[in-house]
């Protein structure tokens, strides 16, 4: 959902103008550098309260952008050619958490008084990015892949023609077929941990207060969001545990039946796992 889909018009100055032409260019590299460039200064803009029209024009298509920009293609572990974005690092999966780190703390109310646009549809659309970002890393995670790296590894050093150890491989130049073959499952693991840690360290911690924020009452528009971020119904409230927890914001949400199941469990686990607490309950 772009941003003129709200009747924000396209930004023509900023950064918006040279993101949109590197990923016309399929050019992730440099577009994942200026990405990288772009929030550091837009967050700068929001720190320092100098955000304009135009600069908060720039920031929206900006944010629309990095969210739904292609992410770098994953290693191939069965090719003896080195990954193209070796270098690269995460720098495409830290500017999707960059989104969400930017969405969460900017001022609706300011950006919607620079733009002209009601609050609430702006609250829509940056719950809307977010819930596409983890939804889109959630997919991507492969959470049972631990087993088959280890049987991939032992494949690699089984059928190398030396033979070595397994902590040969993949530092010897020279060694070219094995090396990139190792190097690329090494490095298609560690991306596969990195979706999962992006998502459960910082942006689940940064999309539920800001659902919280957003909607305060409506449990329903909070829910919705967090299913199109792909959870099922069983992990909402879980979800919500781990991230505000329940308290006088939250309560809304653990209304009904289930919700006061969920509750009654969730004190008593904090209960268990803090037992000094549970006796002074009792006293």
């Not at 530092?171 to 190792?182: A, G, L």
């Not at 539920?208 to 969001?225: C, S």
Request: charged share 25%.
């Amino acid at each position: 959902m772009p941003p003129d889909s709200i009747h924000i018009r396209r930004s023509t100055e900023g950064h918006a103008p040279l993101l949109k032409s590197l990923l016309e260019q399929n050019n992730l590299k440099a577009f994942y550098h200026h990405a990288k460039t772009a929030l550091s200064e837009l967050n700068a803009m929001r720190r320092h309260g100098t955000m304009t029209r135009e600069g908060a024009c720039d920031m929206l298509w900006s944010l629309y952008l990095i969210s739904g920009a292609p992410m770098y293609e994953a290693p191939d572990y069965d090719s003896v050619q080195p990954w193209p974005y070796k270098d690269e690092r995460d720098n495409d999966i830290a500017a999707k958490s960059g989104v969400i780190s930017a969405l969460s703390i900017v001022d609706t109310k300011q950006m919607s008084r620079n733009l002209g646009i009601h609050e609430q549809r702006l609250k829509h659309l940056h719950a809307a990015y977010a819930a596409a970002i983890i939804k889109r890393l959630k997919s991507l995670h492969l959470p049972d892949f631990g087993k088959k790296e280890t049987a991939l590894k032992d494949a690699i050093i089984r059928f190398h023609p030396a033979n070595p150890d397994g902590n040969v491989i993949g530092s010897d130049v020279k060694d070219y077929e094995w090396t990139h073959r190792w190097n690329n499952l090494v490095t298609f693991s560690s991306r596969n941990s990195m979706y999962h840690s992006y998502v459960s360290k910082i942006m689940e911690k940064r999309f539920i207060p800001m659902l919280v924020k957003y909607f305060p009452d409506q449990a329903g528009e909070v829910v919705k969001y967090i299913r199109k971020a792909g959870y099922g119904d069983g992990e909402v409230l879980d979800l919500i545990d781990r991230t505000a927890g329940y308290n006088s914001k939250t309560a809304y949400l653990y209304q009904g039946k289930s919700g006061e199941e969920h509750r009654k469990k969730f004190h008593q686990k904090i209960r268990n796992s803090c037992p000094d607490v549970s006796r002074n309950a009792n006293k």
